[in-house]
């Protein structure tokens, strides 16, 4: 077998593992809803199902009416001023929060009021979180006929409260207790089959279809059927008018449609989801851990010395250095000067190596004596010296050799 079919075999074998990961993770990551997205009382749909018309009276005719998209321990307390007095739930398709219904059990006794429309008695979740997903939005309430989780919101305020079966839809006269009306059209499918000592406001053909359950300062208007504020319903009956002046007839008449546990939950800002974070046990830690290294910092003083500059380069190349002189002296077109340089560096060297003083006056001597014992070097050195102090302008030729010579005297004294 070729590498280059090895190479194709093994990308393929990659390609494959990858795609069959892909598919495993999609599967165990994404649950199959069982919400039909069009067949819930949300005031978002104008179809049959949602409540979109309802929402739209109330806006006409109450105060202030507005959908609430975040969790329910966000809503401000009734008694604050002009905080809503009225929240509408119609059909949750996400169960409540343990968090929620404890802050909702507050919101109620402050003097809020709670119409429920729910056929099931709103699920408690079945564990709790922090956060907005605290909701469990995995966990869609049973529908008709389901059987029921261990815990309900209801079931702590009714225990004995039961839901009829799903019968045909009617419309008929009911007796309501409102403060604006007596006798309603309303048209409803699903009433309550025991209603315990809880108070009974709208009753048709000897089916209970709402009631009332006190709750400190605070009531909860619960409705037996959640269809009761579609558009559907509305159409046919007093559904609307009745649902109106009970919100109307409570506190400052501002209501509250809740979509949050339609599915259709408000974006958070950063900031809010970072203090969220830090609310968390998770969060706790970060920031214990954040406070031990800034303790570590300034307590060792890591990284906060005095401000220094960076140490200057050093050039360890000296013909760097040469070539830049000597470019200097061959672009001013000073021989004379540059040959006593050299002059100079000559006797700085005689004098380290003698351990006398040597200068222009003595280095002829100096070099009268190395000519004798040094060769040709000194004496060619000393004539083209004689020529400089005579004031006569050497030649190239010349001011090389005095270079050369000079650098061969002082290799020679070295050590």
């Given at each position: 077998?070729?590498?280059q ?102 919101w109620?006794?402050a003097?809020?009021?709670?119409i ?21 939005k ?19 305020y ?55 359950l ?10 037996a ?106 672009a ?12 100079q560096?000559?006797c ?68």
């Open positions: 077998m070729t590498p079919t090895q190479n194709r075999l093994t990308a393929a074998l990659a390609t494959a593992v990858f795609l069959v990961l892909s598919l495993l993770l999609a599967s165990f990551s994404s649950r199959q809803s069982s919400d039909d997205l069009l067949r819930r009382p949300s005031t978002f749909f104008t179809d049959p199902s949602g409540s979109r018309a309802l929402y739209l009276v109330m806006k006409q005719f109450l105060p202030e009416a507005a959908q609430w998209r975040r969790p329910l321990y966000l809503l401000s307390l009734p008694d604050r001023p002009q905080a809503p007095s009225t929240l509408i739930v119609a059909g949750p398709e996400r169960p409540i929060s343990a968090r929620e219904a404890g802050y909702l059990h507050g109620l006794s003097g809020g009021q709670l429920l429309l729910n056929d099931n008695g709103w699920p408690l979740a079945q564990r709790s979180t922090n956060e907005e997903a605290a909701s469990t995995d966990v869609p309430a049973p529908k008709n006929g389901g059987a029921q989780p261990i815990a309900m919101f209801l079931s702590r009714a225990p004995a409260l039961r839901w009829a079966k799903v019968d045909r839809q009617r419309t008929g006269r009911a007796a309501v207790s409102s403060a604006g009306a007596q006798d309603l059209t309303l048209h409803w499918q699903r009433s309550f089959s025991a209603t315990g000592d809880a108070k009974i406001i709208a009753a048709a053909d000897k089916a209970d279809l709402a009631v009332e006190p709750v400190g300062r605070g009531r909860i208007i619960a409705v059927d959640p269809a009761m504020a579609s558009n559907g319903a509305l159409r046919r009956s007093d559904n609307a008018v009745w649902l109106v002046d009970l919100a109307a007839a409570w506190g400052n008449g501002k209501t509250l449609f809740d979509e949050y546990h339609h599915g259709f939950g408000q974006k958070r800002s950063t900031f809010e989801l970072t203090r969220a974070f830090f609310m968390t046990p998770w969060g706790w830690c970060v920031l214990q851990i954040a406070a031990v290294g800034m303790l570590y910092l300034f307590a060792y003083r890591r990284r906060f010395g005095r401000i220094r500059e960076p140490p200057p380069s050093q050039r360890a190349s000296p013909l760097e250095l040469l070539d830049a002189r000597a470019g200097v002296f061959q001013a077109a000073a021989q004379t000067l540059s040959a006593e340089l050299i002059v560096h000559l700085q060297s005689l004098t380290q190596s003698r351990g006398k003083s040597v200068d222009g006056a003595s280095l002829s001597y100096e070099l009268a004596r190395l000519a004798k014992s040094s060769g040709g070097g000194a004496a060619k050195l000393q004539a083209l010296f004689d020529k400089v102090q005579n004031g006569r302008r050497l030649s190239d030729r010349e001011f090389i050799e005095i270079g050369r010579s000079a650098g061969e005297i002082i290799r020679g004294t070295k050590p």
